[in-house]
């Protein structure tokens, strides 16, 4: 089983985007999900995560710009992303995440790019 992040693209600085990340079971309603990012050349890093009751963490890199929510009964999470920068240029992942790593094979992530 592996999440597959969309909606990604290039946008201006300033500018704003939504991803969204499909969970293919009901089962993980319940379970913590959280998103990914990976510039150029970077390692992967935890940006934001929703536990199954709600509850948001963030990267401090993101408070306040970016926003994770769930829509357990359409089985999505999102990120919506404001105030891009050019340095939020990557590749964006969702998987689960299990307190101690992602658990889950990486599915394909979805590109944004933030032009200056």
């Known amino acids: 089983v592996q999440l597959q992040a969309s909606g990604g693209g290039l946008v201006p600085a300033g500018g704003s985007l939504t991803l969204s990340c499909e969970l293919p079971?009901?089962?993980?309603?319940?379970?913590?999900i959280a998103w990914y990012k990976q510039p150029p050349g970077k390692r992967r890093d935890h940006l934001a995560v929703i536990a199954g009751t709600g509850r948001t963490n963030y990267a401090d890199a993101v408070k306040g710009r970016f926003t994770i929510s769930r829509d357990n009964a359409r089985r999505m999470v999102y990120l919506q992303m404001n105030s891009l920068k050019p340095e939020d240029t990557a590749v964006y992942y969702c998987?689960?995440?299990?307190?101690?790593?992602?658990?889950?094979?990486w599915g394909q992530g979805t590109q944004v790019t933030v032009s200056s």
């Open positions: 079971h009901s089962t993980l309603a319940e379970h913590t």
């Open positions: 998987n689960v995440d299990t307190g101690v790593g992602p658990g889950l094979r």
